[in-house]
């Protein structure tokens, strides 16, 4: 295999898109769309699992975490990408009226957060940090990216992803993950390009 020198990016580096899930003052749930999230131990010896979650721009979801200091991370499957392609392409700050489509929104059971039912796997996430990020190589009209750091509070999930009996290529079939990793496009974990960027959600 013959490498060269690439320009630095994450392309190739695919990760999981999440929908974060927060309530509006009014008790309107309020979803995003966001890529940039890893996980890791908080405290040493302490067994809690965090995660790393950057969001770039400021945005209402933003503002809503900052606000209550939590909110909810829901995994997104092939089913729920027109939704989620929609909340990414969609600015809440302008289009008031966003949140007119919704998924079937239930709520967390340890955190005041909006969860996702359609969404195989949702976590409950107590910011314990915030650390503003310098802005981006894209230019200078890029925002300060946000990094927060949560604890996990609570998860549930699709009781048939905890079958230890499947293969867990089997239980990854089940999820159904998406991931965007190059060009704008959205695909699966299995090889297949879903959709280009904007394009799932017009089938809403």
Request: net charge negative.
């Amino acid at each position: 295999m013959a490498k060269i020198k690439g320009e630095i990016s994450n392309d190739f580096c695919p990760q999981a898109l999440y929908l974060y899930g927060n309530y509006e003052e009014n008790g309107t749930p309020h979803f995003g769309l966001f890529c940039w999230y890893g996980w890791c131990w908080l405290g040493e010896g302490s067994g809690k699992l965090g995660v790393m979650a950057c969001i770039g721009e400021e945005k209402r979801t933003k503002d809503l975490i900052r606000r209550t200091g939590m909110f909810s991370a829901n995994l997104v499957n092939e089913p729920l990408l027109p939704l989620a392609d929609y909340y990414g392409c969609v600015s809440g700050r302008d289009v008031p009226d966003k949140m007119k489509r919704l998924p079937t929104v239930e709520r967390g059971q340890a955190l005041d957060v909006p969860t996702i039912a359609e969404s195989p796997v949702s976590l409950e996430l107590k910011v314990v940090k915030e650390e503003a990020l310098s802005k981006g190589r894209l230019g200078p009209e890029c925002s300060e990216s946000t990094l927060f750091l949560c604890e996990v509070v609570n998860v549930t999930i699709d009781e048939r992803l905890t079958d230890k009996s499947l293969p867990v290529i089997e239980r990854m079939k089940l999820s159904q993950p998406v991931s965007s990793m190059a060009e704008e496009a959205y695909v699966n974990f299995f090889g297949q390009e879903l959709a280009k960027w904007g394009e799932p959600m017009k089938s809403l």
